[in-house]
T-cell receptor, first 112, second 111 residues
Framework: QQQVKQSPQSLIVQKGGISIINCAYE??????FPWYQQFPGKGPALLIA?????SEKKEGRFTISFNKSAKQFSLHIMDSQPGDSATYFC???????????FGGGTRLMVKP | EPEVTQTPSHQVTQMGQEVILRCVPI?????FYWYRQILGQKVEFLVS????????KSEIFDDQFSVERPDGSNFTLKIRSTKLEDSAMYFC?????????FGQGTRLTVV
């Protein structure tokens, strides 16, 4: 029940296109859903996060859509750029200070 | 901007040897974590540390692992007798009880 399932495992998008990554969870006690971006050889860096009381959050080209009833959330990257090429992880957490449960990751490649 | 720093960046060790991975969390943070990432796989939680004691640990964090905050600034992960399958990136993270900040990681290679 602690699992977070992420899809797709890999994604190739043309420059300027929209990248969409999906995650699903089972544990209804999760109350915080961050997305992390990881470049090779680096640690995960927080990109954007959402709480279940809102259905959408937008920061620049990055948008999280959240569907509480379906227990799903997704990351949309608008106008994808080659510099966005990285591995993206969704995650979820029960309470502040608790562990993060990560999805399996999506390796995004944006072609010029 | 404050950051979590980890040393060393890469450690190679013989199977059966003890290793200590070091982390300096961000100074006013309250919660500290170790995660690991086997090459090409997802990030897995190992242990969390709050108020000078372990607050949560995963099944991975067995008796060969231990954590310590010896001097109020450093946060260490010790693996007593390393196995080949311990080869992974180990990430330290800290949070004031909100956003988690990750270090750059230590790549541990057990040979």
């Amino acid at each position: 029940q602690q699992q977070v399932k992420q899809s797709p495992q890999s994604l190739i998008v043309q420059k300027g296109g929209i990248s969409i990554i999906n995650c699903a969870y089972e544990n209804t006690a999760f109350d915080y859903f961050p997305w992390y971006q990881q470049f090779p050889g680096k640690g995960p860096a927080l990109l954007i996060a959402i709480r279940p009381d809102v259905s959408e959050k937008k920061e620049g080209r990055f948008t999280i859509s959240f569907n509480k009833s379906a227990k799903q959330f997704s990351l949309h990257i608008m106008d994808s750029q080659p510099g966005d090429s990285a591995t993206y992880f969704c995650a979820a957490r029960v309470n502040a200070g608790n562990m993060l449960t990560f999805g399996g990751g999506t390796r995004l490649m944006v072609k010029p | 901007e404050p950051e979590v720093t980890q040393t060393p960046s890469h450690q190679v060790t013989q199977m059966g040897q003890e290793v200590i991975l070091r982390c300096v969390p961000i100074s006013n943070h309250l919660y500290f974590y170790w995660y690991r990432q086997i090459l090409g796989q997802k990030v897995e939680f190992l242990v969390s540390f709050y108020n000078n004691e372990i607050s949560e640990k995963s099944e991975i964090f067995d008796d060969q692992f231990s954590v310590e905050r010896p001097d109020g600034s450093n946060f260490t992960l010790k693996i007593r007798s390393t196995k080949l399958e311990d080869s992974a990136m180990y990430f330290c993270a800290s949070t004031p009880a909100g956003q988690a900040f990750f270090g750059q990681g230590t790549r541990l290679t057990v040979v």
